[in-house]
C-alpha cells in the first residue's frame, strides 16, 4: 500500500477483536467514577498552543519537542492536546464553574498526541482517562484519588502488579529553597553529570533528579533532600495523606526522586507503576497544583488529579490474562431463516423477541445461504443457540431451537413462546 494510505506511525487503529477489552476497561472506570460521584467533561482536541506553554511550561519535554503544532488556515497556532489537566482548567475558568470556592470532581476521556518514539507501549495517539478536583485542598481528598484507583486494579485484577510510588514536592517556597540548594550541590558535581543534565541544571533542575543515566545518578545519592526542605504545612498535610494510605491499607513506596515531567505539580506527586511492561511502566500519575489555575489567568483555586494510560492498562489486562470470558462471546443467538417467507417472518420474529429481551444479542442471519453457510456462520458467530425457520417450521408457526456449545437436542418453541424461552436460557449482561 503507499505510504500516504497507512495510518501515522505511532497512531493506531483499533481494531474489532481490541474494541472489547476497551469498552470493559472504560465501562470499568466510568462506573467506578459515577460511584464515587465525579462527573465527565468533555473538552475540543485542539487548543491554542498558548494554552500549553503557559500551563504545562515551556521547559518540559512535552512543550520543547512533543507537541503536534500547526497554524489554522487563520494563522492562529493551535496544538493537538499533549494532556488534559491544561484543557480542563481552560474550560472550568471559562465557564466560570469553580468560581467562589466551587467544588468540582470531574474526569475525561480520550486521545492525547505527543511526538515521542513509538515503542510498547509508547505512541504518538494514546489514549488517557484523567481527573481533576478544583477548590479541595486538604489531604483527604489526594487520598481518596489515590483510593479509588487502588479499587479499580482490585476490580481489573491486576492489583499485586502494581506498586504507589509517593513522593511531596512541597509548596513553591519550599520547592525553590530546595531547587537553590540542589543547584548549588549539582553544579559542584558539573563535570561528572550527562549532557542533558547539564542542560536541565540551568533549564528546569529538579528533572535531573529522574535522570536515567548512571553516573548522574550516583552523583544524586549524596545530593540534599526534597523531605529535608519541606515547610510544616506541606510536611504535615503529606503525614495526613499517609495515615489515610494507612488507614485503607493500601501499601505505598516513598520516592524522593518522583518529580514528575510537568511544571505544575506541588505537595503530593505519586505515580503506579509495573514491571510487566518493560520500560513503560507507569500506568497513572498525578498530583497536586494548587498553582497552576492561579497561573494561568485564575483566582487562586487547590487542584489535585491524575491521568492513566489506557493502552497500557490494556496491555497489562491482555499479559496478566486478567480478560474476563464472556469477552469472548459477543453473540447470544443466531437465526437462520430459509427462503423469503422465512425471512420476512424471522425479521418480525426477531424484533418482537428483541422488544422483550432488549439486552438479548440477536444476531439474524444476512445474505441467504445454504443450511450449510447459515450453520457455519451461526456457529462461528459465538452465539449459544441457532434459531431456524425453514419450510415445516413456518408451516407450524415454530422455530427450532438448537443449542450450538453441546446443550442437549434441538427442539421445536412456539413463536409466542421464544422470548420467555430464551429468557431461560441466555443469562444476559
Ligand atoms: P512517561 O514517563 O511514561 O513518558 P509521562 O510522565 O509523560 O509518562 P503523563 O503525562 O503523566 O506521562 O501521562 C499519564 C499517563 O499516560 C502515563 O503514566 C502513561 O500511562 C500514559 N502515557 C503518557 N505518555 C504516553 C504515550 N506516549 N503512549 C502511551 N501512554 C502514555
Ligand atoms: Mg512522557
Known sequence: MSKSLQA?????????????????????????????????????????????????????????????????????????????????????????????????????????????????????????????????????????????????????????????????????ESRGRYREALVEYLSAHHDKLDEDSQRRLKTNPLRVLDTKNADTQAVLVDAPKMADYLDEESRAHFEGLKARLDAVGIPYVLNPKLVRGLDYYSKTVFEWVTDKLGAQGTVCAGGRYDGLVEQMGGKPTPGVGFAMGIERLVLMLETLEQIPQELARQVDVYLCAFGEEAELAGLALAERVRDQLPNLRLQVNAGAGSFKSQFKKADKSGALFALILGDDEMAQQVVGFKPLRGQGEQQSIAWDALAAHLATCVVQG
Not at 52 to 68: L, N
Open 8 to 172: 501515522i506511525r505511532g497512531m493506531n487503529d483499533i481494531l474489532p477483536e481490541q474494541t472489547p477489552v476497551w469498552r470493559y476497561f472504560e465501562g470499568t472506570v466510568s462506573r467506578l467514577l459515577d460511584n464515587y460521584g465525579y462527573k465527565q467533561i468533555r473538552m475540543p482536541i485542539v487548543e491554542f498552543t498558548e494554552l500549553f506553554k503557559r500551563s504545562i511550561g515551556e521547559v518540559t519535554d512535552i512543550v520543547e519537542k512533543e507537541m503536534y503544532t500547526f497554524d489554522d488556515r487563520n494563522g492562529d497556532s493551535l496544538t493537538l492536546r499533549p494532556e488534559g489537566t491544561a484543557a480542563c482548567v481552560r474550560a472550568v475558568l471559562e465557564h466560570g464553574i469553580t468560581g467562589g470556592g466551587q467544588v468540582q470532581k470531574l474526569w475525561y476521556i480520550g486521545p492525547m498526541f505527543r511526538h515521542e518514539r513509538p515503542q510498547k507501549g509508547r505512541y504518538r495517539q494514546f489514549h488517557q482517562i484523567g481527573l481533576e478536583v478544583f477548590n479541595l485542598d486538604g489531604p483527604d481528598i489526594d487520598a481518596e484519588l489515590i483510593i479509588m484507583t487502588w479499587r479499580l486494579w482490585g476490580e481489573l485484577g491486576i492489583r499485586d502488579a502494581v506498586k504507589l510510588e509517593l513522593n511531596s514536592l512541597g509548596t513553591s
